[in-house]
Each structure stands twice: as structure tokens, then as C-alpha cells.
């Protein structure tokens, strides 16, 4: 209960941090005890999260963090502070800091914390459970080696529930978190600005840009909005909507099928020719109210695939799909790749009803009564028994593809070294090494099509399943593809020898695209974190990414006792740890060691002490990068030898940050950027359009600005600044055109801007703007469960917008309206 009370507390004080992450500088914070030092007197109250779902990076949290200066979302954000301290005080949990034991002389408070004696239910289980090396790619030769794997680790998590339950500190669970400092000796740079531009009538006919936003050529993505240039389709919440985009004429609204009380919600559409293929969530409750399921996920996600062929433009057509299937977990992402299509799921893995609540000495009084040996000992015939072989049947039941074990890499400690330090890692991963599942469930689709043409009644009955468990929540799962490789990302942990404790890694498994049945290929590690997808690229065999690596920090109860030494400084200052430090990389790997294992070639060190990356972009032979912590410094980055990267071309003291980074020619050297404007303690003023002209790295500038808005009693916002397909540019035409969010006291502005983007100026065409507050009917959209997504299309010469419950189009030169559509 505790355990799960502090869950709760700690996604409360995590999404506290997305609300607000940059308050005035220097303003007093009241609950911290930060002694006498200069640098602390500084701390803002705002942090940088980790990496969701949805890898929301800095710029994405501090481009709402305007609206937490209010005292609305301050008060939030000492009330989640004040909840975690209450929380830590009140239940007497301490929280370990990540040091190990030097031998180094220390005083009576920092002696070790001592857990209690007992002999646990199974001994040398750890030990049983491989290290992280080429050995686990190979996976589970067959189910019985598979059910030996599953065996142990249920062994595993029986000795730590065992250990709780004994009073073990070491089994605590609360999370870590990030600060972000701040620096005073920073001056606003200026940058040039424009006039508005006026309509052209002419100049856009016939251009059409509509496809998604994607990563990499030959890699299609999916979106909650696409089109084949006649018609449109859309998620709708439960909804599937189609409409002719010639003008506007609405052809279909499906509403999906749900199971139980639970709406389905549409997760993505890709359209591939003339077939249409949706990942559907909210499916799985029926079964998993059945019986107890080991996977939180279990048929979670409904695959549609339609043939959209028959859509001819006629309203008040219909659809029924040609081949469906209910699979394990929930959508992450989708890819398209020369008729393969790859579905990545992820899912929990649940231990606690079958290995956990059985042996709770709480709710048993048989157990309550026993004392440490006796209650370890009873345990452990019971589990071996009855509990473990049960959960390991049922997990191989939900895990089997077709009679087989998927080509999973075998679970393992998620580690490369014995020096890692248990203690933290048994606190800060109670599920020990299998804490979430990530699959990639592919299928070819010409072939599903043919087998559905010859009479197949489930053509996707057998997919090619591979994948991995990792010891983290799959909610931080980083996805990569190239057309050869997929890569998955997440974070975990290892010992570093240098800092004398476990920190945060980003372990990554590489999976080979180009056989029939996808299987993993190569696995890797790096320090610390990576911001979203597009801290990846993988050309050939050559892995580059980029990582920060931050030092973290976390209330310590005075007078409470601690599991494991307490650094001096510790003590000396109080309440709080040290400020972080930060360091940022770019690193280059050869993807295929000899081992198994991705080697480093080469890595090169990036930004200021305090700076995290705000974006990242890789493109052949050079990559671009921007850190942040009060200025925006901007890196061109030569990549043409993987084994020595340099710096090819830098731009410093830049007011603001940058969160996305668009070409603007063939060549990769001139760089449309979507960001906010910060003054110069960091803190946000505005939306800002930037253009990056690196053409002569030895004289990289901002050659042009346009700050949307930097009024102090407006805040603004845009989807573009967290999801990638929000944004539409069109280097033919110059056209930009972003979503955007005004409020301000007593207004609220929901709609689309035009800009026109050149190497050396931005105007807004104003004309072309979409108003919502001209269409009734998406008042309030942001609260009801049905709505569009924020996008734009250009087709034949029109510009097409998406947002709440309205379809907007526009000639893209006069701007001359021409029709809408309210759902």
C-alpha cells in the first residue's frame, strides 16, 4: 500500500513538473534548506522530467511553464512538493542515495543501513539471472528454457516481496528527479524580424504536400490525420470520419465497437495504397476480467486493416475491415517499411496478484504471526508450489505467437557489470529485470491481402513477434527505425566506477528488419538519457545518437535512517543534495560489435555546465544540436568520419531554445526552427520561428526571427512543440503553418498561422489564418473525449487544417476561404 501510495504521489509531483518548470529568478523557495552557497540561492522552482510516453522533451515543458508563474500553478506545484516531503516524513521511508561504500572513514550517521536477517525463500537467484551480453540476443531455444528464465525471475520477485514484507528499507520504491538550473550572465542576443507578408494569388497551385512528417525516406510513420489527396481520414475519438477534401463533403463516421464500459480510442492511421490501417486501444477487458493475466496489456490493441479502395467521393459511404486482431499491449508506434508493417506495443507485467498478494503478512493472518525465517521459509513452499508455477504457465500462455516463444532477447540483469550497486537498483526497480514487455509485431501486408482474397478468415492470426523486457516502465521507451534496423531505447541503470554510484543509462536493442522473422541483432549502453526519436540515426553500420547525462537530486529526512552511506556534503548542507551538473554527447557506435555489443567509435562533448538538449537532428555527414539552460547554444556537427566527430560550426548566447529542427534545402544547411523566446534568466516569453543558416560553418547566424507573441499577460503554446507532424512546412513554396494556442485574461485564441520562410526573413501571411472562434462548434473541444488532432495539409494548392471538431480549407495564396467542416 505504501509502495503504491508513493506511485501515486510520484506521477502527481511528475506531471506537476510538466505544468510549471521555470519560475522568476531568484524567487525565495521556502521548503529547502539551501545553506549559504551562492549558486543554490538560485534554484528555480521548476524540474525537467525524464522521458514520457510521449518524450516530452525540456522546451516542450517549459513551453507551458509560462502559466505556472500564476499563483494557480504554483500553489500546484508546492502542493505536490509538499505532498512528496509529507509523504517521505510521514511513513519514515528514507531514500538511498546512489553511493557505494569506498571504505572511506565516516561518522555514526553515515553508517550503513543494516537490513534485517533472514534466509530468503531462494538463494543465488541473482546470480542465476544473466548479465547483459551477446549471449541474451540468441533468446530461448525452446519453451521449457523459456519457462526456466520466467521461473527464476518469479523467484526474483518473490524474494523482494518477502523482503518488504521482513521490513527491508532497500525495497522502498520512490523515484528520482532532475533540476534544472539557471545562470545570471547571460544578454539577450537580437535577431531580425518582419512585416506581414500579403496574399499571393497564383503562386501555390497545383502543390501538394501532404504526406506525414516522417523520420527517414522510406520509412512511413503513422498519424491520427492522413489523406490519398481525394479524401481524408481521421481519429475522431472513437470515431474513424472521412471526408472529400475537393470540398469538404463528409463521407463516413464510424464509430468503432467497444468491449465492456470502455470507448475504444483511435492510436493511429496509416494509409498504404489503397488499404487503411488503424491501431485501436481500450480492447482486453473482457478477457482480463475473466482471469488474472500476468501482461496489464493483455489484447489491449485491436489491428484494422480497410480496403478504401471503394471510396469514391459518394457520401454516407461504409467500411468493414478485411482482417482484425486484438494483440498483447498498448500502441507505441508504427512503421512502414516495402509492404512490411511493423507494430511496436508495449506492456507492464503484473507480479503482485498471483506472486505478491498471497504472501502479504498484513492481509494473512496464517503469515502475520510467523516471525523472519519461519515467514520466508512458509513462503517460499507455498510459492514453489502453487503461485510460481501458475504465473509462469499463464505468462507463456499470453506471450505465445502460434505455438511459439516470440525471438525475445532473454531476460537478464540489464547490466554489464557485478560492481552494479544492488542495494539501489532492489529500491528503484522493485520489479527487478522483467518490468515491462516491448514487441514488435510485424506483418507483410501484400501477403494478408492475398490470404484474404483466397478466403483466409484471419489473415493476421500468426505474426512475426520479437522483442525485449526491460526492468523500467515501457512508458520511456524510445523508438528509432531506419529501413534496415529498428532500435528501441530505454532507460535503465548501471555502476559508474568514475562517479561512484548507479546512474541512469539508456540501454538500446537493435533489431534486423530485412529477414522474414524480425529477431534482435546487437544491444548497447550509453549514460544517461535521450530525448526523443530523434536522438537516433542509424546509416549502414553506424549507430549515432545523442544523450545527457544529469546528476539528480532528492529530499533527505533529517534524523531518518539511510540504507546506505550519506555523502558529507551532503550533511553539511541540509535537506538537499548538491546541485547537478550536466553533460551532453554526441557519440557515434559501430551498430555490430564483435561481441554482440554496439562499440563506441567516438563521442564528442556539447553545451555548458547546466544545458540539457532541447533538439537534436542527424542527417548524412553532419547533425545539428541545441542545448539549453538559459541561452540556446546551436552546434554543426561534422559526422563524415564516424570516428572523429568535430564541431564544425557554433552559435552562441541565443535567447530561447529551439524544439524542432526542419531543412530547408536539399543540402541540410539551412535549418527552420520552431522554439520559444526566453529572457535571459531562461524563463519563456513566446513561440518563436527561427532560420539557421549554416552554408559557411564558419559563420553560422540566425539569419532570420519572428517571435509569434512575448506579451507578459499572454501565454502561448503549439502541439508543434511536442508532436512533429503538428508542423507543415513547404520548402517549394516557403509556406510554414503551425498550429497555435493564445490565452490571455478574458481570451483564448484556438487556431492556424501562415508564415512564409525564406534564408533571411519570416512573415506571417495574415490573411490565411484560421480562426476557430469563427466556427462554433469547437468551443471546448480540449475536454471531450472527441476531437481532431492539430494538422495541416497542402493539396493542390489548398491548405487544409484539422482541430477539435473542425476541417478548415484555404487557397494557401489568396487565402480565399474554401469550405468547413464541423463534426
Same mark, same amino acid.
Given at each position: 500500500?505504501?509502495?503504491?501510495?508513493?506511485?501515486?504521489?510520484?506521477?502527481?509531483?511528475?506531471?506537476?513538473?510538466?505544468?510549471?518548470?521555470?519560475?522568476?529568478?531568484?524567487?525565495?523557495?521556502?521548503?529547502?534548506?539551501?545553506?549559504?552557497?551562492?549558486?543554490?540561492?538560485?534554484?528555480?522552482?521548476?524540474?525537467?522530467?525524464? #522521458?514520457?510516453?510521449?518524450?516530452?522533451?525540456?522546451?516542450?515543458?517549459?513551453?507551458?511553464? /509560462?502559466?505556472?508563474?500564476?499563483?494557480?500553478?504554483?500553489?500546484?506545484?508546492?502542493?505536490?512538493?509538499?505532498?512528496?516531503?509529507?509523504?517521505?516524513?510521514?511513513?519514515?521511508?528514507?531514500?538511498?542515495?546512489?553511493?557505494?561504500?569506498?571504505?572511506?572513514?565516516?561518522?555514526?550517521?553515515?553508517?550503513?543501513?543494516?537490513?534485517?536477517?533472514?534466509?530468503?525463500?531462494?538463494?543465488?537467484?541473482?546470480?542465476?539471472?544473466?548479465?547483459?551480453?551477446?549471449?541474451?540476443?540468441?533468446?530461448?531455444?525452446?519453451?521449457?528454457?523459456?519457462?526456466?528464465?520466467?521461473?527464476?525471475?518469479?523467484?526474483?520477485?518473490?524474494?523482494?516481496?518477502?523482503?518488504?514484507?521482513?521490513?527491508?528499507?532497500?525495497?522502498?520504491?520512490?523515484?528520482?528527479?532532475?533540476?534544472?538550473?539557471?545562470?545570471?550572465?547571460?544578454?539577450?542576443?537580437?535577431?531580425?524580424?518582419?512585416?506581414?507578408?500579403?496574399?499571393?494569388?497564383?503562386?501555390?497551385?497545383?502543390?501538394?504536400?501532404?504526406?506525414?512528417?516522417?523520420?527517414?525516406?522510406?520509412?512511413?510513420?503513422?498519424?491520427?490525420?492522413?489523406?490519398?489527396?481525394?479524401?481524408?481520414?481521421?481519429?475522431?475519438?472513437?470515431?474513424?470520419?472521412?471526408?472529400?477534401?475537393?470540398?469538404?463533403?463528409?463521407?463516413?463516421?464510424?464509430?468503432?465497437?467497444?468491449?465492456?464500459?470502455?470507448?475504444?480510442?483511435?492510436?493511429?492511421?496509416?494509409?498504404?495504397?489503397?488499404?487503411?490501417?488503424?491501431?485501436?486501444?481500450?480492447?482486453?477487458?473482457?478477457?482480463?476480467?475473466?482471469?488474472?493475466?500476468?501482461?496489464?496489456?493483455?489484447?489491449? =490493441?485491436?489491428?484494422?486493416?480497410?480496403?478504401?479502395?471503394?471510396?469514391?467521393?459518394?457520401?454516407?459511404?461504409?467500411?468493414?475491415?478485411?482482417?482484425?486482431?486484438?494483440?498483447?499491449?498498448?500502441?507505441?508506434?508504427? /512503421?512502414?517499411?516495402?509492404?512490411?508493417? +511493423?507494430?511496436?506495443?508495449?506492456?507492464?507485467?503484473?507480479?503482485?496478484?498471483?506472486?505478491?498478494?498471497?504472501?502479504? /503478512?498484513?492481509?494473512?493472518? #496464517?503469515?502475520?504471526?510467523?516471525?523472519?525465517?519461519?515467514?520466508?521459509?512458509?513462503?517460499?513452499?507455498?510459492?514453489?508450489?502453487?503461485?510460481?508455477?501458475?504465473?509462469?504457465?499463464?505468462?507463456?500462455?499470453?506471450?505465445?505467437?502460434?505455438?511459439?516463444?516470440?525471438?525475445?532477447?532473454?531476460?537478464?540483469?540489464? =547490466?554489464?557489470?557485478?560492481?552494479?550497486?544492488?542495494?539501489?537498483?532492489?529500491?528503484?526497480?522493485?520489479?527487478?529485470?522483467?518490468?515491462?514487455?516491448?514487441?514488435?509485431?510485424?506483418?507483410?501486408?501484400?501477403?494478408?491481402?492475398?490470404?484474404?482474397?483466397?478466403?483466409?478468415?484471419?489473415?493476421?492470426?500468426?505474426?512475426?513477434?520479437?522483442?525485449?523486457?526491460?526492468?523500467?516502465?515501457?512508458?520511456?521507451?524510445?523508438?528509432?527505425?531506419?529501413?534496415? =534496423?529498428?532500435?528501441?531505447?530505454?532507460?535503465?541503470?548501471?555502476?559508474?566506477?568514475?562517479?561512484?554510484?548507479?546512474?541512469?543509462?539508456?540501454?538500446?536493442?537493435?533489431?534486423?528488419?530485412?529477414?522474414?522473422?524480425?529477431?534482435?541483432?546487437?544491444?548497447?549502453?550509453?549514460?544517461?538519457?535521450?530525448?526523443?526519436?530523434?536522438?537516433?540515426?542509424?546509416?549502414?553500420?553506424?549507430?549515432?545518437?545523442?544523450?545527457?547525462?544529469?546528476?539528480?537530486?532528492?529530499?533527505?529526512?533529517?534524523?531518518?535512517?539511510?540504507?546506505?552511506?550519506?555523502?558529507? /556534503?551532503?550533511?553539511?548542507?541540509?535537506?538537499?543534495?548538491?546541485?547537478?551538473?550536466?553533460?551532453?554527447?554526441?557519440?557515434?557506435?559501430?551498430?555490430?560489435?564483435?561481441?554482440?555489443?554496439?562499440?563506441?567509435?567516438?563521442?564528442?562533448?556539447?553545451?555548458?555546465?547546466?544545458?540539457?538538449?532541447?533538439?537534436?537532428?542527424?542527417?548524412?555527414?553532419?547533425?545539428?544540436?541545441?542545448?539549453?539552460?538559459?541561452?540556446?547554444?546551436?552546434?554543426?556537427?561534422?559526422?563524415?568520419?564516424?570516428?572523429?566527430?568535430?564541431?564544425?560550426?557554433?552559435?552562441?548566447?541565443?535567447?530561447?531554445? #529551439?524544439?524542432?529542427?526542419?531543412?530547408?534545402?536539399?543540402?541540410?544547411?539551412?535549418?527552420?526552427?520552431?522554439?520559444?523566446?526566453?529572457?535571459?534568466?531562461?524563463?519563456?516569453?513566446?513561440?518563436?520561428?527561427?532560420?539557421?543558416?549554416?552554408?559557411?560553418?564558419?559563420?553560422?547566424?540566425?539569419?532570420?526571427?519572428?517571435?509569434?507573441?512575448?506579451?507578459?499577460?499572454?501565454?502561448?503554446?503549439?502541439?508543434?512543440?511536442?508532436?512533429?507532424?503538428?508542423?507543415?512546412?513547404?520548402?517549394?513554396?516557403?509556406?510554414?503553418?503551425?498550429?497555435?494556442?493564445?490565452?490571455?485574461?478574458?481570451?483564448?485564441?484556438?487556431?492556424?498561422?501562415?508564415?512564409?520562410?525564406?534564408?533571411?526573413?519570416?512573415?506571417?501571411?495574415?490573411?490565411?489564418?484560421?480562426?476557430?472562434?469563427?466556427?462554433?462548434?469547437?468551443?471546448?473541444?480540449?475536454?471531450?473525449?472527441?476531437?481532431?488532432?492539430?494538422?495541416?495539409?497542402?493539396?493542390?494548392?489548398?491548405?487544409?487544417?484539422?482541430?477539435?471538431?473542425?476541417?478548415?480549407?484555404?487557397?494557401?495564396?489568396?487565402?480565399?476561404?474554401?469550405? +468547413?467542416?464541423?463534426?
Amino acid at each position: 500500500r505504501i509502495s503504491l501510495l508513493f506511485s501515486i504521489i510520484h506521477h502527481k509531483f511528475n506531471a506537476a513538473k510538466r505544468i510549471g518548470m521555470v519560475a522568476k529568478k531568484n524567487k525565495p523557495n521556502s521548503t529547502m534548506n539551501l545553506s549559504d552557497n551562492n549558486d543554490m540561492s538560485k534554484l528555480e522552482a521548476g524540474t525537467q522530467a525524464g #522521458s514520457s510516453r510521449e518524450s516530452l522533451s525540456l522546451a516542450d515543458e517549459q513551453e507551458s511553464s /509560462r502559466s505556472s508563474v500564476g499563483s494557480s500553478s504554483g500553489s500546484w506545484i508546492k502542493f505536490a512538493v509538499a505532498a512528496v516531503a509529507a509523504g517521505v516524513v510521514a511513513t519514515a521511508i528514507s531514500v538511498p542515495l546512489a553511493r557505494r561504500d569506498n571504505g572511506s572513514s565516516a561518522s555514526a550517521q553515515e553508517s550503513p543501513y543494516t537490513p534485517p536477517s533472514y534466509t530468503p525463500p531462494f538463494e543465488d537467484v541473482e546470480e542465476g539471472v544473466p548479465l547483459l551480453s551477446k549471449k541474451v540476443l540468441n533468446g530461448y531455444a525452446s519453451t521449457e528454457e523459456w519457462m526456466d528464465a520466467a521461473r527464476l525471475v518469479a523467484k526474483d520477485y518473490v524474494n523482494g516481496g518477502v523482503a518488504r514484507n521482513n521490513g527491508d528499507m532497500n525495497y522502498l520504491s520512490y523515484g528520482l528527479s532532475d533540476v534544472v538550473m539557471f545562470r545570471d550572465d547571460i544578454m539577450i542576443a537580437d535577431a531580425p524580424m518582419a512585416e506581414a507578408a500579403t496574399p499571393q494569388s497564383g503562386v501555390t497551385n497545383n502543390v501538394n504536400d501532404f504526406e506525414t512528417n516522417n523520420q527517414e525516406s522510406g520509412v512511413n510513420e503513422g498519424d491520427k490525420v492522413v489523406t490519398n489527396g481525394k479524401v481524408a481520414f481521421a481519429a475522431y475519438g472513437n470515431y474513424l470520419v472521412a471526408w472529400r477534401v475537393s470540398d469538404g463533403v463528409e463521407l463516413i463516421r464510424m464509430k468503432l465497437d467497444p468491449t465492456g464500459n470502455v470507448a475504444p480510442s483511435i492510436n493511429t492511421l496509416l494509409l498504404q495504397g489503397n488499404h487503411l490501417i488503424l491501431a485501436v486501444s481500450g480492447y482486453g477487458w473482457d478477457e482480463q476480467k475473466q482471469q488474472t493475466r500476468v501482461l496489464s496489456s493483455y489484447k489491449a =490493441t485491436r489491428i484494422l486493416i480497410y480496403d478504401i479502395e471503394d471510396i469514391d467521393g459518394e457520401s454516407g459511404a461504409s467500411l468493414s475491415p478485411i482482417a482484425q486482431r486484438d494483440v498483447n499491449g498498448n500502441f507505441v508506434t508504427i /512503421r512502414a517499411i516495402d509492404g512490411m508493417i +511493423h507494430f511496436v506495443l508495449s506492456t507492464e507485467l503484473q507480479f503482485y496478484e498471483l506472486l505478491g498478494a498471497p504472501f502479504e /503478512r498484513s492481509s494473512n493472518p #496464517s503469515l502475520s504471526s510467523l516471525d523472519l525465517e519461519m515467514y520466508a521459509d512458509q513462503v517460499r513452499l507455498t510459492a514453489e508450489a502453487e503461485n510460481i508455477p501458475e504465473f509462469v504457465q499463464q505468462l507463456t500462455d499470453e506471450i505465445m505467437e502460434c505455438g511459439q516463444i516470440p525471438n525475445l532477447v532473454a531476460m537478464n540483469r540489464w =547490466t554489464t557489470s557485478e560492481d552494479s550497486n544492488s542495494q539501489l537498483e532492489n529500491f528503484l526497480y522493485d520489479k527487478g529485470v522483467a518490468d515491462s514487455l516491448v514487441t514488435i509485431m510485424s506483418f507483410n501486408l501484400t501477403g494478408v491481402v492475398a490470404d484474404v482474397v483466397a478466403g483466409k478468415t484471419n489473415a493476421l492470426e500468426c505474426l512475426s513477434v520479437a522483442g525485449s523486457f526491460f526492468p523500467t516502465n515501457a512508458w520511456d521507451v524510445n523508438v528509432y527505425s531506419a529501413k534496415d =534496423t529498428m532500435l528501441m531505447a530505454i532507460k535503465g541503470y548501471d555502476y559508474s566506477t568514475e562517479r561512484e554510484m548507479s546512474i541512469d543509462s539508456t540501454y538500446m536493442v537493435a533489431f534486423d528488419l530485412t529477414i522474414p522473422d524480425v529477431a534482435p541483432k546487437s544491444y548497447g549502453k550509453v549514460d544517461g538519457d535521450v530525448l526523443d526519436q530523434y536522438s537516433f540515426r542509424v546509416d549502414g553500420n553506424i549507430l549515432q545518437l545523442a544523450t545527457t547525462i544529469k546528476n539528480q537530486w532528492m529530499w533527505i529526512a533529517v534524523g531518518m535512517p539511510m540504507p546506505m552511506p550519506l555523502d558529507r /556534503r551532503l550533511q553539511e548542507i541540509g535537506n538537499i543534495a548538491p546541485f547537478p551538473t550536466t553533460e551532453n554527447y554526441v557519440i557515434t557506435m559501430d551498430l555490430e560489435g564483435a561481441s554482440g555489443e554496439m562499440e563506441e567509435l567516438d563521442r564528442i562533448q556539447l553545451g555548458k555546465e547546466g544545458e540539457v538538449f532541447t533538439s537534436v537532428r542527424f542527417y548524412k555527414d553532419l547533425a545539428y544540436a541545441v542545448t539549453f539552460r538559459e541561452m540556446d547554444p546551436f552546434y554543426v556537427l561534422d559526422t563524415r568520419n564516424a570516428s572523429d566527430i568535430t564541431i564544425a560550426g557554433e552559435l552562441d548566447n541565443i535567447t530561447g531554445w #529551439s524544439s524542432y529542427l526542419e531543412p530547408m534545402n536539399d543540402e541540410n544547411t539551412i535549418m527552420l526552427a520552431i522554439g520559444e523566446e526566453a529572457n535571459e534568466w531562461g524563463q519563456a516569453l513566446g513561440l518563436s520561428i527561427s532560420v539557421f543558416d549554416a552554408r559557411d560553418v564558419d559563420n553560422v547566424k540566425i539569419s532570420a526571427r519572428f517571435i509569434i507573441e512575448s506579451e507578459t499577460d499572454v501565454w502561448s503554446s503549439s502541439e508543434g512543440l511536442r508532436n512533429k507532424n503538428a508542423i507543415r512546412f513547404n520548402a517549394e513554396t516557403g509556406r510554414l503553418i503551425i498550429p497555435l494556442i493564445l490565452n490571455s485574461a478574458g481570451s483564448e485564441y484556438h487556431g492556424f498561422r501562415v508564415y512564409i520562410a525564406s534564408v533571411d526573413s519570416i512573415t506571417e501571411v495574415e490573411d490565411c489564418e484560421v480562426n476557430l472562434a469563427d466556427y462554433a462548434s469547437s468551443k471546448g473541444y480540449l475536454y471531450k473525449p472527441n476531437y481532431l488532432e492539430s494538422r495541416s495539409m497542402i493539396i493542390d494548392g489548398n491548405f487544409m487544417s484539422t482541430m477539435g471538431d473542425d476541417i478548415v480549407s484555404k487557397d494557401l495564396g489568396s487565402c480565399s476561404f474554401n469550405w +468547413h467542416l464541423g463534426l
